[in-house]
């Protein structure tokens, strides 16, 4: 008998337990998204196709991309003998796994690239999964304890099942497929079914082997206040990489890659975008090798990670995002921000409207009495905003950012009062109320720390790495998990919060609480489930609450947080000019109504730059409008401009938030300006940056994006009336006065 028999009736019991609708079973239908004909294997969304053969038990990839109703092995790799590529099979020199394209890449067996796969088990990390069977499931199946993707009722799942008999192992990757989408989304499942215990090394998401061709990979880099910097290079031989060893996905790399292309346009051309559900360490690459083949690989950082797996137990990767499109850039950044918003953000806020905040943050730091809150707040109400947000320094003994991170009490002395008597008198100005909290951190001068030292990450026996003087807590942690799920809880269950700001402000250093090195080998991806844990929970029982995520801006701006928070704050740096870029890049992937943009004072602490409020207003709403000032220092004409603004804002809110989003001037291409435009129902918003002044030169032309020609689009404000031809194909001349930092915004509307 197999050995691998031993935890089959285990297995098939987790996965019945996890899988959203039933099997099935019998013939199946033409029109199905997944369909098995013989050894291919279709697994088609709307507008994206996944092709795989099942080839003696080794799965080889046919074709990713654009539809084929049926395959005829048109493209089928030229097998030969190639030199020092090995043999599965002493018989057939001309087969070898390193020249084939594959979904599965295993250490050892001859294939000489990158593999998605490493386990130890006896001596060896060498595996030999070879498929053993499939099943196509209605609805998805769920990674478990990981965020996955919701609204899965118009979807199919292939499950993939492989078996290394020798090592006891089962390796299933699934496959789902979106009726409405060109997005397919994978993970995969590690069962051990040894009576030994193995250790996970390394165990991506998604793996592809695309044939020889030309390629640029694209990727959002960057650092702390210029997140997003959209980086296009050609693929060449070698490895290119990009990856996090934080604990978080990091403001330095996006978890994610773009592979389309050398010729790709913003609006013609083949792309392909891969994209990790997780938050924590990750790890992504192109490699190019001597034979010009390309894999692309997204998954876990196999650095500061192991996992021990006991006989009978398994392990689910984090779910990974392939996406497609033939339109270009344009239309790859559509089809992903239409999942997200759809499929990813949590379903109450995917189609709500995102209220317009103040946040008191830079109005008063840490100095704040409730006099002045309430001051903010009547000011605020005047001009329109419709949320206060108290931020830093309302708890414990946070008079600086030195103390008091876990003390998540009250501070009354600060408050004059309750907090409850605070949101009741915010809440009676007719203005909603959110809070600030960072419950991921602890200072070591807090009663938390010196009730439960141990709680922090650290090594025993070194002295602490210090980052804002503060500590990260170990939410591997059981008990710590069940501390802040509490105390949260208290808090949200006791107060009528309407909206969360969920900050992290530094990432994580000397791993060691482990009782042992695997232990602590495991400490990360430990501590990303936990966290999982609690926002889950938090999200579900007060899905009411608008959750907004902050790791000092954009340092976990992932789709993994995305699935629990519907908002994130993008970047600390609130400058004008600096967001283009960052705003720009988001775009590639996220949609606007995931992205938090403020208004805030001037000169702005990260560039020290004197920009002008109407195009800091301009620039905030190309996102999810804010502002972060002392409106009570303001002057008349300058409350009066954002009384304007915020009205003009809710006019335009839906176009910015739920349209489609064209990008017109690149800024990241020293071309000195930036455009971009939404287009909602029968209105069309587009905004135009100027950074520089500049002298006898023509003004610019904006051609715009996705109109119907034969209509009549009316500008705002005017009695000009133009076709949507002349609009996209003539374009629109933009006339600005001499100055630095400059913008305007024109609003068309279809008669």
């Not at 997780?278 to 034979?291: A, D, H, T």
């Not at 009354?412 to 008198?425: C, P, R, V």
């Not at 001349?733 to 024109?746: C, E, W």
């Amino acid at each position: 008998m197999s050995k691998i028999k031993t935890c089959e009736k285990r297995m098939l019991l987790e996965l019945n337990l996890k899988i959203h609708s039933d099997i099935i079973s019998g013939p199946m239908e033409e029109d199905m998204a997944i369909r098995i004909e013989q050894n291919l294997f279709y697994v088609e969304s709307k507008g994206l196709s996944l092709i795989l053969e099942n080839r003696d038990g080794y799965l080889m990839l046919k074709h990713l991309g654009r539809p084929i109703p049926s395959y005829h092995f048109s493209n089928t790799v030229h097998e030969k003998d190639h030199a020092f590529s090995g043999n599965p099979t002493p018989d057939n020199r001309i087969f070898s796994l390193d020249t084939q394209r594959q979904v599965l890449g295993q250490h050892g067996l001859g294939d000489f690239r990158k593999p998605s796969i490493q386990i130890q088990h006896g001596v060896t990390e060498v595996t030999d999964f070879l498929y053993v069977g499939a099943n196509i499931y209605s609805g998805s199946v769920e990674a478990t304890g990981l965020p996955n993707p919701h609204s899965v009722d118009q979807a199919e799942t292939l499950a993939l099942v492989f078996e290394d008999d020798q090592a006891a192992l089962r390796l299933t990757l699934y496959y789902t497929a979106y009726e409405d989408r060109a997005t397919i989304t994978s993970f995969s499942k590690i069962e051990n079914c040894s009576d030994e215990t193995v250790v996970i090394h390394k165990a991506l998401s998604v793996m592809a082997d695309v044939p020889a061709g030309d390629y640029d990979v694209i990727t959002l880099q960057g650092a702390y206040a210029r997140e997003k910097t959209v980086r296009r290079q050609q693929v060449e031989q070698g490895i290119f990489s990009i990856s996090s060893n934080r604990g978080a996905s990091g403001h330095a790399q996006t978890p994610a890659l773009i592979l389309a292309d050398h010729e790709v346009t913003e609006d013609a051309g083949s792309a392909l975008a891969f994209q990790l559900l997780y938050s924590g360490n990750f790890e992504g690459f192109v490699q190019k090798n001597q034979l010009n083949e390309v894999r692309v690989g997204l998954g876990i950082n196999p650095e500061n990670f192991s996992w021990e797996l006991a006989p009978n137990q398994s392990f689910d990767t984090p779910v990974a995002m392939i996406s497609y499109s033939h339109e270009g850039l344009t239309g790859l950044s559509q089809e992903s921000q239409a999942f997200v918003q759809n499929h990813i953000i949590p379903s109450p806020f995917a189609n709500k409207e995102r209220p317009i905040l103040i946040n008191n943050w830079e109005a008063t730091y840490f100095d704040f009495k409730k006099e002045k809150l309430l001051e903010l707040a009547d000011e605020a109400q005047k001009v329109g905003i419709e949320l206060f947000v108290l931020d830093d320094g309302w708890f414990g003994n946070r008079y600086d950012d030195n103390r008091a991170l876990g003390d998540w009490t009250v501070n009354e002395e600060k408050l004059g009062g309750s907090l409850a008597e605070l949101i009741q008198g915010i809440h009676d100005k007719g203005l909603q109320f959110g809070l600030w909290v960072e419950p991921e951190m602890i200072s070591v001068d807090s009663d938390l720390y010196r009730a439960h030292p141990d709680w922090a990450i650290q090594v025993p026996g070194y002295e602490h790495t210090y980052s804002r003087n503060q500590l990260v807590l170990d939410f591997s942690n059981k008990e710590v998990v069940a501390y802040i799920k509490q105390v949260l809880d208290d808090l949200l269950g006791n107060h009528e919060i309407d909206y969360i700001k969920w900050d992290m402000n530094r990432n994580i250093t000397k791993l060691g609480n482990g009782k042992t090195y695997l232990e602590t080998k495991m400490q990360s991806h430990a501590y990303i489930l936990g966290l999982y844990e609690v926002v889950s929970y938090l999200t579900e029982k007060y899905e009411h609450i608008l959750f907004e995520s902050c790791s000092g801006g954009g340092g976990r701006n992932d789709l993994g947080m995305m699935r629990y928070f519907p908002q994130v704050w993008a970047s600390d740096n609130t400058d004008a000019i600096a967001r283009l870029p960052i705003q720009y890049g988001s775009s590639y992937l996220y949609p606007t109504i995931s992205m938090g943009a403020h208004v805030s004072a001037v000169p702005n602490h990260q560039m020290g730059r004197m920009t002008p409020l109407e195009t800091r207003g301009h620039v905030a709403m190309m996102g999810n409008l804010g502002y972060e000032l002392d409106l009570t220092s303001l002057s008349q004409e300058e409350l009066a401009t954002i009384s304007a603004q915020v009205a003009h804002y809710k006019t335009i809110r839906p176009v910015v938030q739920f349209g489609q989003h064209y990008r017109l001037m690149n800024p990241s291409q020293g071309a000195n300006q930036a455009a971009v435009q939404f287009t909602y129902q029968d209105r069309t918003v587009v905004t135009y940056v100027r950074v520089l002044s500049t002298v006898e030169e023509i003004e610019p032309t904006l051609k715009l994006k996705g109109l119907e020609e034969d209509a009549l689009y009316r500008l705002e404000g005017t009695d000009q009336v133009y076709s949507g031809a002349e609009l996209m194909y003539a374009g629109l001349t933009v006339v600005l006065p001499q100055g630095d930092f400059l913008s305007k915004q024109y609003v068309f509307v279809k008669k």
